[in-house]
């Protein structure tokens, strides 16, 4: 298969696989209640403690996994459906981590459809694990749900990916230990991961900025609101927008997007304020719930129209100003997206240029590659994206 990347480093070597530009989307659950049930004195009550707390939370693991394996592959099989056009497979979603009673999965994202599915796979994966609660305890007093949240992180410029070993006592992996600067450590180990065809010892991890706000975002989710990234919500606007704008685009499964305000997330972007927007995690606004639709005639939460999101996103992002904290997403792909710009920002052209000329196993990376970047000379992101961004207005 080609090299997506290849293309804009035409006067440079290929990229290397650990240098080509990815973008990921993470998914998160969360099971609501469960500390609860573990803390309850159940002294004199009759019931098992042991199991009055580990079965509910064995069979979210459980059936979660196992009903987003299942909705994800109807998902793809309508995502090909409607892009018979676009022959590859679109990577499946793994399981990347559990943080107590919450699954986190992601994704690596070659298409703007995929987002647009892949969160209505999750959403529709709430909703049947919440009917299977009500199944599973019905005649007890076990009361639980679970909240989502999710996000969408560029690599390597913005966030970057470490490899860590998965074993203390292994050290199979390649590492010269004469390399002072961590950052070409780590590159020679992100770069020793890609190149290996065993990876069982190392797990793969990501951190950044991205990272950051994501998890900050969970803070806001309840129930119903799952809050999103600016680059997830702009992702799926722009979904929308072309898809009511090209009558011809493939037909879309319905979500509903709505604008939480602009809230502080604790050491996201230097103390501003951050625009949350989210989806409607329980049902959409054409049939929502007995008790949401109430909540429809009293609060204000009509659906953001997409143009407008797209609008105020596009400003946030030029107001930040910085290509390395904040642009508005991209995919580098060999084939074309009907939303998404499959070019990189010049500052995210110009970093993985200088990181082609350092090999990360010769020698250490120099002041001038460094990721420290003088502001002063570097032009918004957001300018060439807008650019290339293909929405029929």
């Not at 440079?12 to 609501?32: G, K, W």
């Not at 981590?97 to 709430?126: F, N, P, R």
């Not at 309840?222 to 704008?245: F, G, K």
């Not at 946030?316 to 290509?323: A, E």
């Amino acid at each position: 298969m080609s090299d997506p990347a290849q293309g804009a480093f035409s006067n440079h070597p290929p990229v290397p696989t650990y240098l080509q530009p990815r973008l990921r989307l993470f998914l998160s659950i969360d099971l609501i209640g469960s500390t609860a049930i573990k803390q309850r004195d159940l002294k004199g009550t009759g019931s098992d403690p042991a199991w009055t707390w580990r079965n509910p939370i064995q069979f979210f693991y459980q059936e979660v996994q196992q009903t987003i394996a299942k909705i994800w592959q109807r998902f793809e099989v309508k995502l090909k459906v409607n892009l018979p056009e676009y022959n590859r497979l679109f990577d499946p979603l793994h399981f990347w981590k559990a943080l107590g009673d919450e699954l986190i999965y992601c994704q690596t994202i070659t298409h703007s459809y995929q987002v647009y599915y892949a969160i209505k796979a999750w959403i529709q994966t709430a909703e049947t694990f919440r009917e299977q609660l009500k199944q599973q305890y019905k005649d007890t007093k076990i009361q639980l749900d679970v909240k989502m949240y999710a996000w969408v992180a560029g690599f390597p410029v913005i966030n970057c990916e470490v490899a860590l070993q998965r074993n203390a006592h292994t050290q199979n992996m390649a590492q010269d230990e004469s390399l002072p600067d961590p950052e070409a450590s780590m590159l020679q180990r992100v770069k020793a991961y890609w190149d290996s065809e065993n990876r069982d010892d190392v797990i793969l991890d990501f951190i950044g900025p991205s990272m950051d706000i994501g998890f900050r975002l969970g803070s806001l989710a309840n129930r119903r609101q799952m809050p999103i990234s600016l680059e997830l919500a702009y992702i799926l606007a722009s979904v929308m927008t072309y898809r009511q704008c090209s009558p011809e685009a493939p037909a879309l499964p319905d979500l509903s997007l709505h604008y939480m305000g602009r809230k502080e997330l604790k050491g996201v972007m230097e103390g501003n304020l951050y625009p949350v927007f989210w989806l409607d995690a329980t049902r959409t606004n054409l049939n929502p719930y007995p008790l949401e639709k109430c909540e429809n005639t009293i609060i204000n939460s009509q659906q953001v129209q997409p143009q407008h999101g797209i609008e105020l996103i596009t400003e946030f992002v030029k107001d930040v100003n910085n290509p390395f904290l904040l642009t508005l997403p991209y995919i580098v792909s060999d084939s074309s997206d009907p939303v998404l710009t499959t070019s990189k920002p010049p500052e995210h052209h110009e970093q993985i240029k200088r990181w082609l000329t350092v090999e990360p196993n010769k020698g250490p990376i120099t002041k001038e590659a460094s990721l420290e970047t003088d502001r002063s000379t570097i032009t918004t992101g957001v300018e060439l994206a807008e650019d290339s961004v293909k929405i029929p207005l």
